[in-house]
């Protein structure tokens, strides 16, 4: 396990060679570094500590020619060792530096005072004096500043037990989510191909694992790892440099910028919704200005637009929305920084809070404003309850909130449940994943649906129910997995019950009424005037009740709208076993045996096959019932 400590500030005031006191290595490796005495390129080099820990120093370029570089290396530390020289005090790039740190978050760390074997003592404090005065009422106020010479040797001791106990009050990163690794380095190692190397952001890594790409979306096996510099690890985990060697990679496969992590986590988009705070030092950012925008170890082209206003004025914050001129790996909470296009210095930075967004529409930026309040406010409450807001009758689910606001699935659940026990919402188990819908839209479904049985019974007193496709009918908006839900929560409350082929109101009684008995019985009568040929469903006066007794099983339909009733279906059936038993019957002998036409038989055919109580084979008919 380790930490990650960035250097910072300005070019030629020390900062490799206190790395190198500091660990014994070199961080700057390239030829080209050492023949000009400049750091070019990220450098990379540990110090053990006595724990059995490690620090991991990124050595980042002074130069402002290299300040991309500077900003990918520090896009992933856990806190600043900045370097000033003695005997020049704090420069332009010390300035910059210190604005991309506190821009990034980064606002721990300790001030190396070097070069203190080329100024005496009142040099010493004039320059520390100067560092306090800059640091004074700002995020940095109150940090360390240690006096050290790298060629003499003088407080580097101190410096090292200080670097050591702000690892350890430091601590280890949050480990259990899901892996992702920022790269900044990408190299060809002969005998073992593309090698990747970054800071592990979150999660861990095995020998073994597969990884996704991104951009690009390739999925690659972990083959061999390096943390911090130890090849006899396979697990690495958040907060570790590491290096990885991954099966099938090539070097034209990925770029700094990219991004490995757990399959299915990362997100590229072409569009952030952010938070964004200017610098004093910088000029008004208009609509549509062009931006570098730097995030993770990313820099790509963008246009800025400003959200609800026309411009972010020097020293404030506001919402933007940057549409990028290339996609970039992004995820809400993920840190920024925003330099000019030209000249490129820095001008502020801040924090994504929504990828893949709409354009700005100035008829939709209150609604923009306050759906970005909610996202900027962190609470999780808060962030769910708008997003439910605006999902429709679709809801939400825990996966859907996990990849859009990127907390971890664990707190968004316990989010939801508690909303659920407070009555804000309804949680639904909808096969294996988990919905949920305002409890005021599912309420306003379920009374709807009550609403709509008692509306039946109310034209039809007499009938059984509602069909079990009739739900569905009635909340037609709906998703199937809604509905299923509103008529689960009835049926537990006790508000609706299954009753074979119907769903009815508990409180409705299967019994007829007994007002309706005289009327069922005239209608049973007048149905039974028609013997075997029956009756026509128009002939009788009221439908709606022959209709419920349909229903009910008393009358039955046959083909046609001919209503006999289910005593003479029965009778007829047994009948016909007993004379017919085994051999079945044909048409002609059915007409014969009911004495009706052979248009009246064909319709009894049909319904005693209907109702599985014969079955068709050849021009005969064989009773099933026994």
């Not at 095995?206 to 390739?218: A, H, K």
């Not at 967004?357 to 309850?385: C, F, Q």
């Not at 316990?414 to 305002?438: C, F, Y």
């Amino acid at each position: 396990m380790g930490v990650i400590v960035g250097t910072a500030g300005h070019i030629d005031h020390g900062k490799s060679q206190l790395v190198k006191y500091l660990t014994g290595s070199d961080p700057d490796r390239l030829k080209e570094e050492k023949e000009r005495g400049i750091t070019i390129e990220l450098g990379y080099v540990f110090m053990p500590t006595p724990n059995g820990g490690i620090i991991s120093f990124i050595d980042v370029p002074g130069h402002e020619k290299f300040i991309r570089q500077m900003v990918a290396g520090t896009a992933t530390v856990d806190c600043f060792l900045l370097v000033v020289a003695a005997d020049e005090g704090i420069m332009p790039q010390t300035r910059e530096h210190l604005d991309i740190l506190k821009l990034l978050g980064v606002e721990k760390g300790i001030v190396a005072l070097t070069k203190c074997d080329l100024v005496d003592d009142e040099m010493q404090e004039l320059v520390e004096s100067e560092i306090e005065e800059y640091f004074e009422d700002s995020v940095f106020s109150g940090t360390p500043v240690y006096r050290v010479s790298s060629i003499t040797g003088i407080g580097m001791e101190e410096l090292r037990k200080v670097l050591v106990q702000l690892a350890e009050d430091k601590g280890q990163r949050y480990s259990e989510g899901r892996f992702r690794l920022d790269i900044d380095r990408v190299f060809v190692l002969e005998g073992f191909g593309t090698i990747i190397g970054g800071t592990a952001v979150s999660g861990c890594v095995s020998v073994g694992d597969e990884l996704e790409l991104q951009p690009g979306g390739g999925k690659y096996r972990v083959r061999e790892m390096r943390v911090n510099a130890n090849k006899d690890v396979s697990t690495g985990v958040a907060g570790d440099r590491i290096a990885l060697n991954l099966v099938g990679l090539e070097k034209h496969d990925v770029l700094r910028g990219s991004c490995v992590a757990e399959p299915g986590y990362l997100q590229v988009k072409g569009s952030l919704d952010t938070t964004l705070t200017l610098l004093e030092t910088a000029k008004p950012l208009k609509k549509y200005q062009r931006v570098r925008l730097h995030t993770g170890t990313a820099e790509v082209m963008a246009r800025a637009v400003p959200v609800g206003s026309e411009i972010i004025n020097p020293g404030t914050s506001g919402y933007v929305h940057f549409q990028l001129e290339t996609p970039v790996v992004a995820l809400p909470g993920d840190r920024f920084v925003v330099r000019n296009y030209s000249p490129s210095i820095t001008i502020g930075g801040g924090r994504i809070l929504e990828g893949g967004t709409r354009k700005v529409r100035k008829k939709y930026a209150p609604e923009r404003t306050s759906h970005l309040m909610a996202l900027e406010s962190g609470d999780t409450e808060s962030l769910l309850e708008e997003m439910l807001e605006h999902s429709g009758v679709e809801g939400i689910t825990l996966r859907g909130a996990e990849k859009s606001t990127s907390l971890p699935a664990d707190d968004i659940m316990n989010t939801l449940l508690e909303m659920a026990a407070k009555g804000k919402i309804e949680l639904i188990d909808e096969s294996s994943a988990h919905r949920a819908v305002t409890k005021s839209q599912f309420d306003c479904a379920s009374a709807r649906l009550v609403s709509s049985f008692a509306s039946h019974y109310k034209t039809n007193p007499i009938s059984p129910g509602l069909r079990l496709t009739a739900p569905s009918r009635i909340l037609k908006e709906y998703p199937q997995w809604f509905c299923k839900a509103v008529l689960n929560k009835l049926i537990e409350s006790s508000e609706l019950e299954k009753r074979d082929e119907w769903y009815a109101l508990s409180r409705h009684s299967r019994e007829i009424p007994s007002d309706y008995l005289e009327a069922v019985d005239d209608m049973i009568s007048r149905v039974e005037t028609g013997e075997n040929t029956g009756v026509s469903a128009g002939e009788l006066e009221n439908s709606a009740l022959a209709v419920a007794l349909t229903e009910r099983g008393i009358l039955c339909e046959l083909d046609g709208g001919v209503l006999v009733t289910s005593e003479r279906a029965g009778t007829l059936i047994v009948k016909l076993i007993e004379s017919f038993g085994e051999n079945g019957f044909s048409l002609g002998e059915l007409r014969d045996f009911l004495g009706v036409s052979r248009k009246i038989a064909l319709k009894w055919a049909e319904f005693f096959d209907s109702r599985g109580w014969t079955l068709r084979k050849g021009d005969k008919r064989i009773c099933k019932l026994s």
